[in-house]
């Protein structure tokens, strides 16, 4: 009732010992209760006692809600895969699965055993396209399942990617210009060349810098310098491909 507590577990008189990982489990339910609270006292080896802050569980929270997972395209093959989870040490171990749209969930990486250590982070690298088939927009959606030791499974919040070409220009703004600040959005693998060059309307140079990707999502604001208003030319070459755009500078 959020004031008197009960013991569930008694790690002395359990015969438990001391351990960098407890773990127990609340049989009791939740029964017509909207709320359960939780509380740990402690007691140091100096005879210190303390109380932690008090937890407090929903009859509509799930175990998923106790886990993060997370996928980021690294490169143009590659999605990252990280999890974790602060009841880990209920798992035994971890499966993962990827959908492709318009098919059906399969699994990937095989059978990832438990560390059993509380918000360890897994890790787990997936090339979903070695064929090179996948069209710009394609959805790729992967999910984690969690298997408990009674058999049962919590599975994760699922997260997906949305399949681009490499080396990418995906959008570049303001269109107009203002005060010479052009922002560019690409997508290529770390360490590719990029080249931005804009020319004015008689083929005259007025700008010019090469970047180099530091990731596969990469954000970029250029000062381009003050020209005079009119219509521009932009050149981005990134990993040996070009996109050229009209922009207009006010």
Not at 2 to 7: E, L, Q, W
Not at 15 to 28: E, F
Not at 110 to 116: C, F, S
Request: glycine share 8%; proline share 4%.
């Amino acid at each position: 009732d959020g004031t008197n507590f009960s013991i569930l577990l008694d790690t002395v008189a359990a015969g438990i010992a001391p351990s960098n990982n407890y773990v127990t489990t609340d049989l009791a339910g939740f029964g017509a209760k909207a709320k359960l609270y939780y509380r740990l006292n402690f007691t140091l080896k100096n005879g210190t006692s303390g109380t932690s802050p008090i937890r407090t569980v929903n009859n509509t929270d799930s175990a998923a809600m106790l886990a993060n997972f997370d996928a980021e395209r690294i490169n143009h093959t590659t999605v990252a895969l990280n999890w974790s989870s602060s009841i880990d040490a209920q798992f035994q171990n971890y499966t993962v699965e990827r959908l492709i749209a318009g098919s059906s969930y399969h699994p990937i990486g095989g059978t990832i055993e438990a560390e059993h250590q509380t918000n360890y982070v897994y890790h787990l690298n997936d090339q979903p396209d070695p064929a090179g088939a996948l069209v710009d927009g394609t959805v790729i959606t992967f999910r984690v399942t969690g298997i408990l030791a009674n058999g049962g499974s919590v599975v994760f919040p699922e997260k997906s990617v949305v399949w681009s070409q490499n080396n990418a220009l995906v959008n570049i703004y303001p269109n107009p210009v203002q005060n010479g600040h052009l922002t560019l959005l690409y997508e290529c693998d770390p360490g590719t060349a990029v080249d931005v060059r804009i020319t004015d309307a008689v083929g005259k140079q007025i700008y010019g810098t090469q970047l180099t990707a530091s990731q596969w999502h990469n954000t970029t604001t250029l000062y381009t310098f003050a020209h005079p208003a009119g219509v521009y030319v932009v050149k981005v070459t990134i990993g040996g491909k070009t996109y050229i755009r009209k922009m207009e500078w006010l």
